[in-house]
């Protein structure tokens, strides 16, 4: 079985330039996440979705940030314009009835 | 917001010796998961706690649900070099189904010396 799939796993951008990821869950995983993890940190929670609906996006910086998941699979998280600090590893996962999640590998987003 | 304490932030040991870390929380949880992260890697479950006592091992590691709920610990045993990495613990207070808003610590980075 396939796990979650992101892509692209790097990406090195200027300043106010914008950037997408995107995010494949594993296959029949409802929920899906999206994370942040800056450097020697642990991974702190930006949206999550229950299928297609967004039930927490408490601490998604909307003026820059923005994520969707239009058929309740596949995810894309945006953010424009980014900033030197938006510069982190991205984690997207999933999980299912067993409430566990699965990570993928991580998009890394350097801004220079 | 919620916060774990995770410890020792780093461990230096010898291949073949054992290792213990722990997570501590200020507030409850229903769940407690532990998970291991190589570099440029996501983070890769390795065990999953659901009751306050539970005990639960997968090959030589182990990992418990402390009593009060507001703690886990998890030993490697007979550490080999590929047991190094970042060891996040996890936890949530949502219980069954799926988790909400699960927060991490900030992690133990271990090295294992050959």
């Known amino acids: 079985e396939a796990g979650v799939v992101q892509s692209p796993r790097y990406k090195i951008i200027e300043k106010k330039q914008p950037v997408a990821f995107w995010c494949n869950p594993i296959?029949?995983?409802?929920?899906l996440y999206w994370y942040l993890q800056n450097l020697g940190q642990g991974p702190e929670l930006l949206i999550r979705y229950e299928n297609e609906e967004a039930v927490d996006d408490s601490q998604l910086p909307k003026d820059r940030f923005s994520a969707e998941r239009l058929k309740g699979v596949d995810s894309t998280l945006k953010i424009q314009p980014a900033e030197l600090g938006d510069s982190a590893v991205y984690l997207c996962a999933s999980s299912h009835d067993t409430g566990e999640l699965f990570f993928g590998e991580g998009s890394r987003l350097t801004v220079l | 917001g919620q916060q774990l304490n995770q410890s020792p932030q780093s461990m230096f040991i010898q291949e073949g010796e054992d290792v213990s870390m722990n997570c501590t929380s200020s507030s409850i949880f229903n769940t407690w998961l532990w998970y291991k992260q190589e570099p440029g890697e996501g983070p890769v479950l390795l065990i999953a706690l659901y009751k306050a006592g539970e005990l639960t091992s997968n090959g030589r590691l182990t990992a418990q649900f402390g009593i009060t709920r507001k703690d886990s610990f998890l030993n490697i045993s007979a550490s080999i070099p590929s047991d190094v990495g970042i060891y996040f613990c996890?936890?949530?207070?949502?219980?069954?189904?799926?988790?909400?808003?699960?927060?991490f610590g900030k992690g133990t980075l271990l090295t294992v010396n050959p």
């Open positions: 996890a936890g949530t207070k949502s219980s069954g189904g799926s988790n909400y808003k699960l927060t």
């Open positions: 296959s029949g995983h409802n929920t």
